[in-house]
């Protein structure tokens, strides 16, 4: 039997060969008749000796060609070049698979192998499994996303209760990343299986998710430049309480988004546009934009004011006046001067 897997999402391809191992290893001896061809400089009388070759022994055989159609590309008369590949996938025996698996496309490549000739010609052999794994979508118009129907599928599959705010928060902090959502998945459920919770919930992927530190880490550092203190306090504790960052780590970025403002309320003064604040902090993207949103809240006099009071907070710490924890605390509560 012929398989084609290609497409944007090599995860779900790499499971389904997996699982087509899994499935034709009945016997134990798949691994000894397993062979793996590169696509590169393959010829098809050379794949389809492989192809036709009988199981040593063992009940199946398995040919995985990796890369081929990409490195055949869209030429003209690939397909008529490779017709004697195509006769005998459509004789294949039952006890034989062939499998060209392929890459994801380049970001600049948007169609892909959808332009190959041989790829076309493939999908009319009788029987083949053509699959295209395009990348899920984390939005939906109405209804959970892919990427979450997709999720709550592998929880159900591997009897893992999840609640859907978890899958919701999940999706939120690592989108379609399916390999890292994947690895999530376990880490958690096995948290829940130590701790006896029932299900997973938004609070255990808060806590346990990388993703989720990060994204608590930079809210903490937000609240503590824009002068709001009250939040600030209230996630320097459940930051400094988890022992997820080092306090020394919270000042060094709080002093380079202080540097970041010092020098984007300068250039805004001259009238600078966003591209030259960017190139002259080395942003991009959203956070240019929030240094941009930022430094329209405060002065420059302001911005160098409170990278000072982080400074004067730093040599505290080293010279062992104070301690790391409660110079923070100190910076947060009444340090920093607030957006007039």
């Known amino acids: 039997m012929l398989h084609v897997y290609y497409g944007a999402d090599d995860f779900r391809s790499g499971e389904a060969l997996a699982e087509l191992k899994r499935s034709l290893d009945g016997d134990g001896m798949l691994a000894s008749n397993t062979s793996v061809l590169s696509g590169r400089g393959l010829k098809p009388a050379e794949l389809t000796q492989h192809a036709m070759a009988v199981p ?22 690939v397909a008529d070049e490779w017709q004697p590949f195509i006769e005998a996938a459509a004789e294949l025996p039952p006890s034989n698979h062939v ?28 029987d083949a499994d053509v699959r295209e794994f395009a990348e899920l979508k984390t939005w939906s118009r109405s209804g959970p996303s892919e990427v979450g129907r997709w999720l709550y599928d592998r929880a159900s599959a591997r009897s893992i209760a999840i609640d859907n705010d978890a899958i919701d928060t999940l999706v939120d902090l690592i989108g379609a990343n399916l390999r890292t959502l994947a690895q999530e998945l376990d880490k958690l459920a096995a948290h829940a299986a130590a701790t006896g919770a029932p299900s997973i919930t ?39 309480d988890d022992g997820s960052v080092a306090p020394i780590l919270l000042q060094v970025m709080v002093a380079r988004q202080l540097r970041n403002l010092v020098r984007a309320t300068e ?56 301690g790391d924890e409660l110079a923070l605390e100190l910076l947060v509560s009444g340090g920093l001067r607030p957006p007039s």
Do not use: C, W, Y
């Open 56 to 77: 040593f022994l063992a009940e199946s055989r398995l040919v995985i060609v990796e890369g081929l159609l990409s490195a055949l590309g869209s030429r003209r008369g």
């Open 99 to 126: 499998v060209l698996i392929e890459p994801a496309p380049r970001r600049d490549d948007r169609q892909g192998i959808g332009r190959s000739p041989l790829l076309r010609a493939l999908k009319n052999v009788p």
């Open 202 to 240: 938004a609070a255990d992927v808060r806590l346990m998710t990388p993703q989720a530190r990060e994204e608590s880490m930079f809210a903490l550092v937000d609240a503590i430049v824009e002068g709001r203190a009250d939040l600030a306090l209230r996630l320097l504790r459940r930051v400094l």
């Open 267 to 322: 250039l805004l003064e001259r009238h600078a546009t966003q591209q030259e604040v960017g190139d002259a902090t080395g942003l991009r993207g959203f956070p240019l934009t929030k240094v941009m949103r930022q430094s329209r809240q405060l002065s420059r006099e302001q911005a160098e004011r409170n990278l000072r009071a982080v400074e004067a907070a730093d040599f505290a710490v080293k010279s062992g006046r104070l």
